[in-house]
């Protein structure tokens, strides 16, 4: 198959454009879909902001930074050659190991030669006479091409809180989503944490090891349940390459490609003594199982989810000595699952040791952070080190950040004020040749299962429009339309749709994200897969080419 350049597109008056398909970012979205589009013959520029592949692996390098999900569930499963190569450490991968294999996937496919590193993307701007697409980097450089795929992540766009006196503070403070390279010295000294999320839980049970004094700052306390991470012994990796098929066809079939399997039984079709027995069972198993492989009705029926809450609530109890810290610890204002569930290992016993100290916000707020330390209601506290835990702009934060405009100028940020709206989560009208990976209402969950699936349904797409000589495809406001009906009314019913979070569009840091929306698909992975195969064997006609 040989490139599409302007001459193939056959319009005549398109100039030369520097790339057939910008990609932006060179996380595992970005390299897979440049390992995909180069397969094609096309010529393609990655842009990738940080200086190395990696994306979330790259930035998020935190102390205690590691998967949640199990590791040889998470690596790309599209090369048998990389599957044999590569060894998994450890049941749940740290993020230094992630980024080896990061790093080896991009040297294995020889990727970087079309990486540009160091490039932020300030803009991306379509071309309605040319029907191009101009994206400039933040130092001015420009790139036309004629596709532009965004690979930017969910969760990508790191957000501060709005306090006063951030930049006040003396010593070494950062985002645990911006974390130095050369890292932060945090042995023996007095650091804070703000923010109890999956970040800042793994930070926490990380720095708490060896600091001097370790003081949390929790606003709203999330359930954790435990990670059960473990090595992976060299037997226990022949076995799960042996069975990589297995694994990941099941990846396919469960519902946001976890290795767990919703149990079909309802919370209340058992007696008491099964239900507890089946709960104990998950909570001493591993990773997401306790969330993924709940009974059906756990994240639907106000009353399962209770017991369950109830039921967690007592392991917290059980695990922190003292009763008014516990109580600090347990949700009041969600129940178990319907917020992101943080992973811990041994997260809450960090609570009783003798340097570490819970402040709550709800009673004791932030008033400003200090050149030394942070001001609460209550008092003044010293700090050597400010951690910030604070979160992302997620899902749609990454795509704001640039100034993304398609036909007729206008900017992807205003047609999402009221909430993202997209064909399938790749496309959206009115921005011709754009396609996203992992972007809003698209499949979600284990990540990496759905960034292939997403991949390969781009590239063939792209494929169907070069063998037909079409220069030019967008999602029609009809597909958008039923598409985002669809996602609202997968949305209905779930307790998480009730619930302050990333998941329901909030961020309290950011102007404008204050209202509760629907920015995540929660059908299942299959549904999904389902819908957008029907699409291309349907010969895209949900979609448009000029
Ligand atoms: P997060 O879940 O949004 O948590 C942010 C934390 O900061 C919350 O505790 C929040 O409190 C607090 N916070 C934010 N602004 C604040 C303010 N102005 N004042 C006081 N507290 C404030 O962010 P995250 O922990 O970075 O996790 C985000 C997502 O990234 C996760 O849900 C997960 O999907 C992903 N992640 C994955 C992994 C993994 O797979 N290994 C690890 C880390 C993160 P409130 O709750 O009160 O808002």
Redesign the pocket.
């Known amino acids: 198959m040989t490139a599409i350049n302007a001459a193939d597109a056959g319009t005549g008056e398109i100039p030369d454009l520097d790339f057939d398909a910008i990609v932006i970012g060179a996380g595992m979205s970005g390299m897979y879909q440049l390992y995909r589009l180069r397969e094609m013959g096309l010529r393609v520029r990655v842009l990738e902001s940080g200086t190395q592949v990696g994306g ?1 692996w790259y930035w ?1 390098r935190y102390p205690g ?5 199990e590791s040889y569930s998470y690596g790309f499963s599209f090369s048998q050659e990389l599957l044999d190569e590569w060894d998994w450490n450890e049941h ?1 991968s740290g993020q230094p190991e992630i980024e080896r294999y990061c790093n080896l996937v991009a040297d294995k496919f020889d990727l970087r030669r079309d990486i540009q590193f160091s490039a932020r993307v300030a803009s991306a701007v379509y071309d309605d006479d040319g029907g191009f697409w101009t994206v400039s980097l933040a130092d001015g450089t420009q790139y036309r091409a004629r596709f532009m795929i965004t690979a930017i992540g ?2 990508s766009a ?6 006063e006196g951030i930049n006040d503070f003396q010593g070494p403070w950062c985002h ?2 911006l974390w130095p390279k050369e890292g932060i010295d945090y042995a023996g000294k007095r650091v804070a944490v ?9 930070a926490i049970q990380e720095i708490s090891k060896t600091a001097g004094q370790l003081t949390v ?6 359930w954790c349940t435990p990670l059960h991470n473990r090595p992976i012994t060299k037997d226990e990796m022949a076995e799960i390459r042996a069975g990589y098929p297995e694994l990941f066809q099941l990846c396919r079939e469960t519902a946001a490609c976890f290795i767990h399997t919703v149990d079909p039984r309802g919370t209340f079709e058992v007696t008491e003594e099964e239900r507890t027995a089946f709960w104990e069972e998950l909570y001493a198993g591993q990773g997401f199982g306790i969330w993924q492989g709940n009974f059906r009705d756990m994240l639907v029926d106000r009353e399962a989810n209770r017991l369950m809450s109830d039921f967690v609530a007592d392991k917290i109890r059980q695990r922190v000595n003292d009763p008014k810290v516990a109580d600090m610890l347990i949700p009041k204002d969600h129940g178990f699952g319907t ?2 569930v ?2 811990e290992t041994r997260y809450y016993e960090v609570y009783n040791q003798p340097n570490v100290k819970l402040v709550s ?1 709800l009673e004791e ?2 008033e400003r952070i200090t050149p030394t330390g942070v001001r609460t209601s209550a008092q003044d506290y010293e700090f050597d080190v400010i951690v ?5 702009d ?1 899902v749609t934060g990454s795509f704001d950040r640039i100034d993304i405009r398609g036909t007729g100028g206008q900017r992807l940020k205003d047609k999402w004020a009221g909430g993202p709206q997209t064909f399938v989560g790749v496309m959206v009208d009115g921005f011709p040749n754009m396609f996203m990976i992992m972007g809003p209402h698209a499949a979600l969950g284990n990540n990496p299962r759905s960034i292939e699936y997403n991949v390969e349904w781009v590239r063939d797409l792209i494929s169907h429009m070069t063998q037909r000589g079409l220069p030019f495809t967008e999602a029609t406001p009809e597909s958008v339309a039923e598409w985002n009906a669809f996602v609202h009314q997968k949305a209905e019913g779930l307790l998480s749709n009730e619930i ?4 329901t569009g ?4 950011v102007e404008g994200k204050q209202t509760r929306t629907v920015v995540r698909y929660s059908g299942t992975a299959p549904e999904y897969r389902a819908k957008c195969d029907e699409v291309a064997a349907d010969g895209y006609q949900a979609l448009r080419f000029l």
Do not use: E, H, K
Request: hydrophobic fraction near 35%; glycine fraction near 10%.
């Open positions: 979330t998020n930074a590691r998967f949640d999900s749940f969910l969760l790191p957000t501060m809180p709005r306090f645990t989503g703000i923010g109890t999320g999956a970040s800042g839980v793994q700052f929790q606003r709203r306390p999330n917020r992101r943080p992973q916000m707020p932030i910030y835990a604070t979160g992302f997620a302050d979070s990333w998941m909030i961020n309290l840091n």
